[in-house]
């Protein structure tokens, strides 16, 4: 089974600078999706973020990016640039490639963006 | 285009009854899963629904139940209600062919059990 593991239950970060999140997981899979979801305070998940692992180039959407280790079975979340809205639990997850399979969820990390 | 939907937003209920949650997809999206929010146990998932049938299922007892009808919408049902069942409620559309693309979320419904 498949596990993800999201070593900072919480994080700080001053606005304007940058953070970065951490996620490790374990699979036997060659080939599977990764994501990053983001949940406010309001509870909303919303989607930031995914990879393709069978895609070497690191997925970018503005000020958010990633750090895919496919070896090290590493997704870190890199946020530029923090702004008050950032401040959620940032989920990482990962899907198998085949089929329409289940998210696995790691913890998450509680951001903090201060002003 | 609309997100997803979910009703009601919050529900009180006390040990042995039960519940029934509603879930609404995103148009065009076929394929509705479920997941329980803790803080202890974090996102787990429940099931998967597509095409009116239970695709996928997690490791949750068969007091949890669901279904899906044909207009895509799904309903997840909680009987003999425990204390551990309180929780948050996710439901989640994807569209069929293109989970790369991630699922989406509702805002989910809050059940209390007292």
């Known amino acids: 089974a498949q596990t993800v593991t999201q070593s900072q239950p919480e994080m700080s970060v001053q606005e304007a600078e940058t953070v970065t999140l951490s996620c490790t997981y374990d699979t036997s899979e060659s080939n599977y999706y990764l994501f990053w979801y983001k949940q406010p305070p309001s509870r909303q998940m919303i989607l930031v973020i995914r990879?393709?692992?069978?895609?070497?180039q690191n997925a970018t959407e503005n000020r958010f990016s990633v750090n895919f280790q496919k070896a090290a079975k590493s997704f870190s979340l890199k946020i530029s640039d923090s702004q008050l809205g950032d401040t959620a639990m940032y989920f990482c997850?990962?899907?198998?490639?085949?089929?329409?399979?289940?998210?696995?969820f790691g913890k998450g990390t509680r951001l903090s963006v201060i002003a | 285009k609309a997100g997803v939907t979910q009703t009601p937003r919050y529900l009180i209920k006390t040990r042995g009854q039960q519940v029934t949650l509603s879930c609404s997809p995103i148009?065009?999206?076929?394929?509705v899963s479920w997941y329980q929010q803790t803080p202890g146990q974090g996102l787990q998932f429940l099931f998967e629904y597509f095409s009116e049938t239970q695709r996928n299922k997690g490791n949750f007892p068969g007091r949890f139940s669901g279904r899906q009808f044909s207009n895509s919408r799904s309903e997840m049902n909680v009987s003999t209600l425990e204390l551990g069942d309180s929780a948050l409620y996710l439901c989640a559309s994807s569209r069929e062919g293109l989970a790369g693309l991630g699922q989406f979320f509702g805002p989910g419904t809050r059940l209390t059990v007292l």
């Open positions: 148009s065009g999206h076929r394929s």
């Open positions: 997850a990962f899907m198998r490639f085949s089929g329409n399979t289940p998210l696995v």
């Open positions: 990879q393709e692992a069978y895609k070497q």
